[in-house]
Nanobody, 116 residues
Framework: QVQLAESGGGLVQAGGSLRLSCAAS????????MEWFRQAPGKERELVAR????????YYTDSVKGRFTISRDNAKNTLYLQMNSLKPEDTAVYYC?????????WGKGTLVTVSS
């Protein structure tokens, strides 16, 4: 089972950009479907984006379509989330998740704060 660690969060002004990374340990990263979730204060955790194991298929929740891009580099065991045109409502703790079969791993999260 992979272990996941997010990085790249921080404080940014509205309209700015950030790129989140999720580094995975282990040799099975390329078999995992990878996802980014976020949880804003007082709200439930929500799925933001998903990428298939080979990176050929992606999904985005409606609120980030056209602004966020999920990608992965299986050679580097790393998942990315490029976030552009950030809005205050994007403020949340962002988590990466990887799953394959009955294996399911989560990172500890990275905080993104977007100021207006």
């Amino acid at each position: 089972q992979v272990q996941l660690a997010e990085s790249g969060g921080g404080l940014v002004q509205a309209g700015g950009s950030l790129r989140l990374s999720c580094a995975a340990s282990g040799r099975t990263f390329s078999s995992y479907t990878m996802e980014w979730f976020r949880q804003a204060p007082g709200k439930e955790r929500e799925l933001v984006a998903r990428v298939s194991s080979r990176g050929t298929s992606t999904y985005y929740t409606d609120s980030v379509k056209g602004r966020f891009t999920i990608s992965r580099d299986n050679a580097k065991n790393t998942l990315y989330l490029q976030m552009n045109s950030l809005k205050p409502e994007d403020t949340a703790v962002y988590y990466c998740r990887g799953w394959a079969g009955d294996m399911d791993s989560w990172g500890k999260g990275t905080l993104v704060t977007v100021s207006s």
